[in-house]
């Protein structure tokens, strides 16, 4: 990763966060010992993709939180798999209302592999914010 691109995605470079993403999840792959740090970090990046509004931005967050959630899952962190996965249900939802045929066919399917936990944190989520 060179500093200058480092520098353009953290000056808001939708571009250069993309590639940050990319190259983060690429670094993760050759060091298995950091997945944690290296999903941590990837999120951070979709996080900041999606603030500027693009569909498929929104849905790379989604992919990324939903691994971040097998992961967490994985280790044993189940509450917080089913958070994680809860916001990822949320954006599809989101995305589906909009109008993003292919998220609402995504979050058709959350049903068939989702546990159940993540639906009842994605209500819980939802009363909060009514």
Do not use: K
Not at 1 to 30: F, P
Not at 48 to 64: F, N, P, Y
Not at 103 to 128: K, N
Request: with cysteine; net charge negative; aromatic share 4%.
């Amino acid at each position: 990763m060179s500093q200058t691109l480092l520098q353009a995605a953290a000056n808001g470079s939708r571009e250069a966060q993309s590639v940050m993403i990319d190259e983060t999840l690429d670094a993760m792959a050759d060091a298995p010992e950091a997945v944690a740090e290296g999903l941590g970090i990837a999120e951070v990046w979709a996080r900041m993709a999606a603030s500027h509004g693009a569909i498929v931005d929104v849905r790379r967050l989604v992919a990324v939180l939903m691994v971040r959630a097998n992961y967490e899952r994985s280790i044993g962190a189940d509450d917080l798999a089913d958070s994680v996965d809860a916001e990822a249900i949320g954006l599809l939802d989101v995305l589906a209302e909009a109008g993003d045929e292919n998220a609402g066919a995504a979050l058709a399917s959350c049903g068939d592999y989702m546990p159940a936990g993540a639906f009842a944190r994605l209500r819980e989520i939802q009363a909060c914010a009514a």
